[in-house]
Nanobody, 112 residues
Framework: QVQLVESGGGLVQAGGSLRLSCLPSVSLPSINRISWYRRSLGRQREVVATISSDGNTAIADSVKGRFTISRDNARNTVFLQMNSLRPEDTGVYSC??????WGQGTQVTVSS
């Protein structure tokens, strides 16, 4: 079992920034892949960004150039840096680890 704890969400004005954190209960290098997903009202859950244990990343087109995913093995944490936020980025952001483990999510609200 892997538990994931997300943090860093909140309310921000359009154009602002937030940094989300995903902290797993096991050693981060032992997890092959971690992804950030978001679920917005009236929309299907979508993958936002993914990072592999070797550091390779993938970013959704909708956030490319604004969001960055990174991992810090020393802090055992995966980060999602979100810049130039837009109201349509509002939603619950959750991380998913290889094996199908989900966190509870953190709410991000971007006001116009």
């Amino acid at each position: 079992q892997v538990q994931l704890v997300e943090s860093g969400g909140g309310l921000v004005q359009a154009g602002g920034s937030l940094r989300l954190s995903c902290l797993p209960s096991v050693s981060l290098p032992s997890i092959n892949r971690i992804s950030w997903y978001r679920r917005s009202l009236g929309r299907q859950r979508e993958v936002v960004a993914t990072i592999s244990s070797d550091g390779n990343t993938a970013i959704a087109d909708s956030v490319k150039g604004r969001f960055t995913i990174s991992r810090d093995n020393a802090r055992n944490t995966v980060f999602l840096q979100m810049n130039s936020l837009r109201p349509e980025d509002t939603g619950v952001y959750s991380c998913l680890a290889t094996g199908g483990y989900w966190g509870q999510g953190t709410q991000v609200t971007v006001s116009s």
